[in-house]
């Protein structure tokens, strides 16, 4: 009886330890506060240099490059108006198009670009569950009347089939 | 002299189709002549590379001798060009790159062929499915991309130049390492092919295809990282990876190879995957044609694809024919591939392998679904979007996350089933100190919560950590052991523990490379950058470094004038070092080139590129990075390389000794 009220707090105590991990991971990924040097940043790290140099905006370094300087001045200007995100990633769009967001946007047909690399690993962990519970529950093949003892080739290959299991060990 | 090449390429062509037809007949046909018809398609073969080698050859003596008149030439060299270079031509341009990859398939042709005594039958499989694909590339060659075109009218005195992205010494070693990776996975696609079409009996096909696919997977990784290395020293900003669609190209095949070589183990030891085995080697010999597809037709933009032209139709042509063959004789021959044993457990080395094959798919999927998706979104919407770096490092980190991971967990699962407590055992240690170097880096100063990228720089080191302390473990368990039963040392009982079992020990080694090469990549969270317009004297500060502009200087060469920055680096108000950060502008192909000036440390790279002149104040400009940990990933790629040749090295009799009173516990996960 003992010994079950221990072992049922210790479980307890397990689990409170694994809320307590994910409250704090929760924390650490959702309470960082942004400044706006790090919102030119994040912003400039979601847009293209429109150049043709298919870099990121932040990362284009050509020298007298007609775009990535001004792109920039006008990203830090569209933030000192106090625009919001959306409101700069926008204006940027109907300036020079909506290949200048670095990723396709969550609207329209392309969510599905988001949605298909998870749905392929969904479908795929079901497909690996749904495999691995089939094979479990595969009958063996069994010969009527018991099994008789082994000999020649088949026996040869029960031996090479141990031999290749336990290799290495 | 390019009527000698010409004529190579048609012959070479003549003798694949003999090759190819000669093969199938003697395959097909009973009877005394078939084994001789089958002899001359072999030594067909054989010849054919020695013909195209000969039309290589011609291609690379007329670069030497400045032959204008062959437009290739005229396109791709010119006078002053470093000889290194010269000979980097063969591949520098698109009929040039197809002829390397019919040389490079040729030369594995000619191995493949010269060691048919191994199986007679099955090398005359796989080598008339080689022949098949090298006729697609000769009559690629002969009809459409003709490297010894020749230039019409009045002979140019000079030509245009390579590319000067092209002009820099990786430049010379990366292509052939990536070709010698895609062009070499046909050969396990011929053997796979070849095993399926004849209805191979037993797993010998897997035992020969698997050296070869270490082999072609070691040079594709090999060529992967080479061009990480190139973009991150060339094109100047800052940076190694940049999910370009021909990065993408190389990296899918490597993910099904990788996936490929993991999932082969379970049809060796215990005859399950035997369909999925076939198909991850036809799609990884179908992903590498696509990559060519990719790189060469223009279906996607790209920043390095070098070789733009129509030919991508013979590619979707031939994708398709590859596609259908392979299908039609899976339906064929599917009930050969049933598998022979039923899996015991989801807590085992059989489950962590699906496991690991379904994330490395999906990353492939992901890869190839974000290459694609903008022109599918034209398709659709009639509107052009990018899919760049944020969708990538989105979908991809997880799934990297995932999978290393499995790379701690799986090769301390035993074969059938593991308990629960054994798995506790093993993991106590690993996860504790994958835990307190969390607890460590926090302490010291890293911040997860300021920005996801943190939190997955964090989770990346404390899962590398996991893996290396398991990967040790694993080593000095068993070198324990071996040392009870010889009195070696311990370093000598482990070299000794590799050797009896180098598949198994060479890939925890690979796997050692991995985590060395994912802690680089953690490293890329905390890159910083600076940029200024600086006069003599000026200072630029970035990190613990003080950068102060000694002067400028310009030099002119035969093929490019350069001018460079000389940079003084200070540490704790200590000159520790100068740079000398330099950029080119090519004569005959009048473009610029950055190189790269970097101080590489273990710690961190102080990465300065010389950014010209501001054309306005015409004050030079010098833009800095530091970027953290970036070694590690050249490091680990070397430690990668060392397991993989372990890994192929073979394994030495066991010696054999007296079995003691008390049995040794043998390490968990015995066995590969």
Request: proline share 4%.
């Amino acid at each position: 009886m003992l010994r079950d009220t221990e072992r049922r707090g210790s479980r307890q105590l397990r689990i409170r330890i694994v809320q307590f991990c994910f409250v704090s991971l929760a924390l650490l990924v959702f309470l960082g506060a942004g400044d706006e040097s790090a919102r030119v940043n994040d912003l400039g790290h979601r847009m293209m240099c429109v150049c043709g140099c298919n870099q990121i905006l932040m990362e284009c370094n050509h020298v007298g490059c007609a775009y990535s300087s001004r792109m920039r001045n006008e990203l830090v200007a569209a933030i000192d108006r106090g625009d919001n995100d959306d409101l700069v990633l926008q204006g940027f769009v109907q300036k020079y198009g909506t290949t200048v967001i670095a990723a396709p946007t969550t609207k329209g047909f392309n969510r599905v670009a988001w949605i298909m690399p998870y749905l392929a690993l969904v479908g795929g962990l079901t497909g690996v569950v749904l495999i691995v519970r089939a094979w479990r529950t595969r009958p063996l093949l069994v010969p009527a009347g018991g099994a008789a003892p082994l000999r020649g080739v088949e026996l040869d290959s029960y031996r090479e089939q141990a031999r290749k299991e336990t290799e290495g060990v | 002299m390019s009527q000698i090449g010409s004529f190579a390429l048609l012959l070479a062509l003549a003798l694949s189709v003999y090759s190819f037809l000669a093969g199938v007949l003697s395959l097909v046909l009973k009877g005394p002549g078939s084994d001789r018809l089958g002899e001359t398609a072999r030594r067909a073969g054989i010849a054919t590379c020695g013909l195209v080698a000969l039309a290589a050859t011609v291609l690379v003596t007329a670069a030497f001798q400045n032959d204008f008149s062959i437009a290739y030439i005229f396109h791709h060299s010119n006078r002053d060009l470093p000889a290194p270079y010269k000979f980097a031509t063969l591949w520098s341009g698109q009929e040039g790159s197809l002829l390397f990859w019919s040389l490079l398939l040729s030369i594995y042709g000619l191995v493949l062929r010269m060691r048919h005594k191994t199986d007679r039958r099955l090398f005359a499989h796989a080598s008339v499915i080689i022949a098949a694909v090298q006729i697609f590339f000769l009559l690629l060659m002969n009809f459409a991309a003709n490297p010894f075109g020749i230039i019409q009218g009045t002979l140019p005195a000079d030509g245009a130049g390579l590319n000067p992205l092209l002009q820099y010494p990786e430049m010379v070693i990366h292509p052939p390492m990536l070709y010698l990776g895609y062009v070499g996975f046909t050969v396990p696609f011929a053997f796979a092919l070849g095993a399926l079409i004849m209805r191979y009996p037993g797993e010998k096909w897997i035992h020969i295809t698997r050296r070869w696919t270490m082999v072609t997977w070691a040079f594709l990784t090999c060529g992967i990282f080479l061009g990480a290395h190139w973009a991150y020293s060339v094109l100047g900003w800052g940076g190694y990876w940049g999910w370009d669609p021909v990065e993408n190209a190389s990296l899918m095949p490597w993910l099904t190879g990788t996936a490929f070589l993991h999932s082969v183990m379970m049809q060796e030891k215990r005859g399950m995957l035997k369909t999925w085995n076939v198909w991850l080697i036809f799609t990884t010999f179908m992903l590498s044609i696509f990559g060519t597809l990719l790189t060469r037709s223009g279906l996607v933009s790209s920043v390095h694809a070098f070789a733009q032209s129509s030919i991508g139709d013979w590619f979707v042509i031939f994708l398709a024919i590859i596609f259908s063959v392979c299908l039609v004789f899976y339906v064929k021959n599917r009930s050969h591939l049933r598998s022979e044993h039923r899996l015991e457990s989801l807590v085992s080395r059989e489950s962590s392998f699906l496991f690991n094959n379904l994330l490395l798919l999906v990353a492939c999927f992901t890869v190839l679904w974000g290459t694609l998706f903008p022109k599918l979104s034209e398709l659709v919407n009639g509107t052009k979007i990018t899919v760049g770096p944020p969708f990538f490092n989105r979908v991809n980190i997880p799934v990297a996350l995932l999978l290393l991971l499995l790379t701690g967990v799986g090769p301390l699962l035993a074969w059938r089933k593991t308990s629960f407590d054994s798995l506790k055992r093993n993991f106590r240690w690993p996860a504790l100190g994958a835990l307190a170097t969390g607890a460590l880096l926090v302490a010291l100063g890293m911040r997860p919560w300021q920005d996801m990228s943190y939190v997955y720089s964090l989770m990346t080191i404390m899962l590398s950590v996991l893996v290396g302390l398991t990967v040790i473990s694993e080593f000095v368990r068993g070198g324990l052991v071996i040392r009870r039963h010889t009195g070696q040392n311990l370093f000598a009982s482990m070299v000794h523990l590799a050797h009896r079992n180098t598949r198994r020990y060479g890939g925890y080694i690979v796997h050692f490379g991995v985590i060395v090469i994912m802690i680089g990549f953690a490293g890329s969270a905390f890159n910083q950058d600076t940029e200024k317009e600086m006069s003599f004297g000026d200072k630029m500060n970035i990190g613990s470094y003080t950068l102060v502009c000694q002067s400028y200087t310009q030099e002119d060469k035969p093929n490019y004038g350069s001018e460079w920055a000389i940079l003084q680096v200070f540490k704790n108000g200590k000159q520790i070092d100068t740079l000398y950060p330099e950029r080119r502008f090519f004569k005959a192909s009048e473009q610029n080139s950055t190189i790269v000036a970097n101080r590489s440390t273990l710690k961190e790279d102080l990465y300065v590129v010389y950014e010209g002149q501001n054309p306005v104040t015409g004050r030079p400009i010098i833009k800095a990075h530091l970027n953290p940990l970036v070694m590690w990933i050249w490091i680990g790629v070397w430690v990668m390389i060392v397991g993989t040749v372990v890994a192929l090295i073979p394994n030495a009799v066991p010696a054999r000794v007296v079995v003691p009173a008390r049995m040794e516990t043998a390490p968990v996960g015995a066995g590969d």
